[in-house]
């Protein structure tokens, strides 16, 4: 797999040249449709255009065919238009002139042959009355001219010329032939200011393409590097390396997202060999009682008493306990544990696990009272929310202070029900609640067997609580003591946790 890697580092391109080659291929492309449309394509659009304001100019024209200011309408077409126009009545006996202005605005004799006027009239007629083409001054069709043509040269025969054929018909409903002819401009030096402009042009987009792959590598690619060579030290096992993301906000979201991701794994790196370190002493304590009060009892004779013998299942049963929570957790949080939900009387049930430390307070000195202000009835799963009392309340045990008091309360607000555990120990700090919920998490740092329980209780609180879509939380204050607290819905108001529950496991 690392040599794998190797390779593909090696094969693989950086951002800067990713970057140029990105920038060089779209200046490319812009150039090279830039010439193709303004330069290769000039003329075509020179005539397209052409094309369009004589059809144009025509239509006008045809709607004032008899109207008096037909010759005004002419003028300012032929002007606007740099065209001849005339305009010829088609009568039976032969065509008759009456109209004819060339692009200068001033009034023609000149009269086309009835023969070439014969045959315009036709070609107007075979094209649902209106034809555009280009024409010889001998009335000869130059064939191949429809748009696009893709030629450098448009005006490649002598003498070629745009003629455009509308025939009209007036409210007399006689037929009219109006010509529009204009001579397509040369633009041979059009094309060469063109070109020139192209150079210039290009050398500009090569420069400002190089300034900004230069700024853009800067802002991008070198604030990658550096994240990149931090988290090569992060998968080293160095969390207190530092992500910058200078520049643009996606760099700094992921310099923000590597920062947390450094601290959570920093954390969980020293819980896990506090866990270790944790695990294994409650692990060797009482398999080191087992193993000396076994010795004591095959090597010295009458040591096989009954007291000796209570010791040896007493530390048995805890090992048996630590184990059991162990799975527990993992299977919580693997998600294999479900819970089975169900109505039931809470009130009822944490007054059934007060009647079992009975016997503890009896013999221990602790004083663990139940208030409660009215009965609630829930829909949760019972067996789990009686791990959850005697986790609490064994956590309070052994952190209670001198007094050996514990105070349990429920109490009802808001149709929910909340049952707080209140102990009268040393507190815990501010900054170190959100961590208690951790396994094995110790707020003194140092290490004490628990009195009663694993050491897991509170990670197995979390995991049940949240299997439930509970709320739950801690109120502590150094030197006073710690409240830790859960809500449920009560009955009347339980269907849309229920509902809310039935989603999260579909």
Not at 77 to 89: H, L
Not at 408 to 421: A, H, L, P
Request: charged fraction near 20%; include cysteine.
């Amino acid at each position: 797999m690392k040599k794998n890697n190797q390779k593909t580092t090696q094969r693989s391109v950086s951002i800067r040249w990713k970057l140029i080659v990105y920038f060089a291929v779209f200046v490319a492309v812009a150039l090279l449709v830039m010439w193709v449309f303004q330069v290769y394509l000039l003329n075509n659009f020179y005539e397209l255009i052409k094309r369009r304001a004589m059809t144009h100019s025509a239509s006008e024209l045809a709607a004032y065919i008899e109207d008096e200011a037909l010759d005004v309408h002419a003028y300012d077409c032929a002007m606007d238009g740099v065209m001849s126009i005339a305009i010829y009545r088609m009568d039976r006996d032969a065509p008759v002139q009456v109209l004819s202005i060339d692009a200068t605005g001033q009034t023609t004799g000149i009269k086309l042959p009835t023969q070439l006027l014969t045959k315009y009239y036709q070609k107007a007629a075979e094209n649902e009355g209106s034809y555009t083409g280009h024409f010889t001054f001998g009335g000869v069709e130059i064939s191949g001219r429809a748009f696009p043509t893709f030629r450098f040269q448009q005006n490649d025969s002598p003498g070629a010329r745009l003629l455009h054929m509308r025939l009209a018909q007036g409210n007399s409903g006689s037929i009219y032939l109006i010509l529009l002819d204009a001579a397509p401009q040369p633009l041979a030096t059009t094309v060469e200011i063109l070109q020139t402009q192209f150079l210039w042009i290009l050398s500009i987009l090569l420069v400002c393409a190089g300034v900004m792959v230069f700024y853009l590598y800067r802002h991008i690619s070198s604030p990658l590097v550096k994240m990149n060579e931090a988290a090569k030290q992060l998968a080293y096992g160095k969390y207190d390396v530092e992500f910058s993301g200078e520049g643009y906000r996606e760099t700094r979201e992921l310099a923000d997202t590597l920062n947390y991701a450094s601290y959570e794994l920093s954390r969980l790196d020293r819980l896990q060999k506090e866990l270790i370190a944790n695990i294994s002493h409650d692990l060797r304590t009482p398999l080191t009682m087992i193993k000396g009060y076994s010795e004591i009892m095959r090597d010295i004779p009458g040591e096989n008493s009954a007291e000796n013998i209570q010791v040896v299942i007493d530390e048995t049963t805890r090992l048996s306990e630590l184990v059991n929570d162990l799975l527990d957790l993992s299977k919580i949080q693997s998600g294999s544990r479900k819970a089975m939900f169900e109505e039931f009387d809470l009130t009822a049930a944490v007054e059934e696990v007060m009647n079992r430390y009975d016997a503890f307070t009896a013999h221990q000195g602790y004083h663990i009272t139940f208030t409660a202000e009215e009965r609630a009835t829930v829909f949760a799963d019972r067996g789990m929310i009686l791990q959850v009392l005697y986790n609490l309340i064994n956590n309070a045990i052994n952190y209670t202070g001198d007094d050996l008091s514990v105070t349990v309360e429920q109490t009802v607000q808001n149709n929910r029900v909340r049952i707080s555990v209140a102990d009268t120990g040393q507190g815990i700090a501010e900054d170190e609640i959100p961590q208690i919920w951790d396994r094995y998490y110790k707020v003194d740092k140092v290490h004490r067997r628990a009195m009663i329980g694993t050491g897991l209780g509170l990670s197995i609180v979390k995991g049940v609580l949240e299997l439930h879509n509970a709320a739950y939380g801690v109120q502590s204050q150094v030197g006073v003591g710690s409240t830790f607290w859960f809500e449920l819905d009560i009955l009347d108001s339980a269907q849309e946790t229920r509902e809310t529950i039935e989603q999260l496991e579909e």
